[in-house]
């Protein structure tokens, strides 16, 4: 066999077993994070003023547009929570047929139970003046990424958590973290589907 075939086989075969790596992890991933909804109370109802239940996202809250956050609201019947986490995610990157990763869009924790809104496009600053804090994306970045898909119609589902405290980390959290200080402190929780 030549040279080329071998070291073009090679690579071929590298990416088939990294492909499949990834996306068995990001199936195991998905699957603790359903096993862990499965045992909590569904008991916050979330809206949208920027999109209706699973219906299209604006332009303007996509990388298309001005790459601006949903606005959101919830209702919950929680005396005893002390805050919220708000995590956005696609299950779906980088296509629904053959998704390879968990792509956290937004991380937004310990926000006071007095707030029980944002608004569409919120900042940084005015989530500061909020009480909230914000955790890194997927990328790294202490901001909101707005959908963005190379192939086909990806579903980000906004989860709304209540805990019964406030949460803490030494280093910036990314999503990972945030699901991992939550456990044991969870109240309920609520979500909302959009799709671009």
Known sequence: MRLWLRIFLGIVLALVIAATTLYVYAKRERGLEQEVLASLKKNIV????SFPPNGDMPINCTCKGQELSPALAWEANL???????????DYDAPTPAFPLFNLAHWVVYNLPTSVRSLPEGVTA???????????????????YIGPCPPFGRHAY????????????FTDLPGKSDVLEA??????????LTGYF
């Open 182 to 191: 939550m456990q044991g402190h969870i109240l309920g929780y609520g979500e």
């Open 46 to 49: 979330v809206s949208s003023g």
């Open 157 to 168: 589902v906004f989860r709304i958590y209540a805990l019964d405290q406030p949460i803490s």
């Open 79 to 89: 005396p005893d929570a002390e805050s919220y986490v708000i995590l956005a995610t």
């Open 125 to 143: 600053e005015q989530m500061r003046m909020l009480g909230g804090k914000i955790g890194k994306n997927s990328l790294g970045d202490m901001k």
